[in-house]
């Protein structure tokens, strides 16, 4: 069973420009949350989708956004990068049982964003 | 606010020894508590969770133990081998919340 992938894996972007990284959840997930990983630092929460719907967003600014699509893949877009946006982005996938009962998450690969 | 605070932010030990990473979460509606690890260039891979409901867990030479009342939990790896070396992250989550909170993360080191 294919686990969750993500697309590109590298992407060099110049400062101003605007970026969409992509997501494809396990499949029979409805949940997809995006990740935020500097270099040497933690993992932090941008946001989260599940079922086409945004349920909750990290402390980050408004040209951080994303969408879920029907089939339950993911986009995440970034406007105007600056150069504090270089980091790995990381896409994990869940399934949403009951009354949000949350299943494991478990994480793709990433997608490197240098931004110069 | 929500936070994870995780110790030690590195360690070395000999291979054969044990090792053992803490961390402490602030919100005392977390119920989930997964660990991951993730070696160099790869995305975080899960290799042990813990509910609520369960003060220990353990799978091979990993095991995770839970303090809800302390809001404490560890994770232990026993006969330590070179291949363990990696980054290792603790996390915490409020069901309803969704999203999983994360520690600093720890270097492990295991020299042969």
């Known amino acids: 069973e294919a686990g969750v992938t993500q697309s590109p894996t590298h992407l060099i972007k110049t400062r101003g420009q605007q970026v969409t990284l992509r997501c494809s959840p396990i499949?029979?997930?409805?949940?997809v949350y995006w990740y935020q990983q500097a270099l040497g630092l933690g993992l932090q929460f941008l946001l989260w989708y599940d079922e086409g719907e945004e349920r909750n967003r990290g402390n980050f600014p408004p040209r951080f956004s994303g969408r879920q699509f029907p089939n339950y893949s993911s986009e995440l877009n970034v406007n105007a990068l600056e150069l504090e946006d270089s980091a790995l982005y990381l896409c994990?996938?869940?399934?949403?049982?009951?009354?949000?009962?949350?299943?494991?998450?478990?994480f793709g690969q990433g997608t490197r964003l240098t931004v110069v | 606010g929500e936070n994870v605070e995780q110790h030690p932010s590195t360690l070395s030990v000999q291979e054969g020894d044990s090792a053992v990473i803490k961390c402490t979460y602030s919100?005392?509606?977390?119920?989930?508590f997964p660990w991951y690890k993730q070696e160099l260039g790869k995305g975080p891979q899960l290799i042990i969770d813990i509910r609520s409901n369960v003060g220990e867990k353990k799978d091979q030479r990993i095991a995770v133990t839970l303090n809800k009342t302390a809001k404490h939990f560890s994770l232990h790896i026993t006969e330590t081998q070179p291949e363990d070396s990696a980054v290792y992250f603790c996390?915490?989550?409020?069901?309803?919340?969704?999203?999983?909170?994360f520690g600093q993360g720890t270097e492990l080191s295991v020299k042969p």
């Open positions: 499949s029979g997930h409805t949940s």
């Open positions: 996390a915490a989550r409020v069901n309803q919340g969704g999203k999983l909170i």
């Open positions: 919100d005392s509606a977390s119920n989930y």
């Open positions: 994990a996938s869940s399934l949403v049982t009951g009354v949000t009962v949350n299943t494991e998450a478990f």
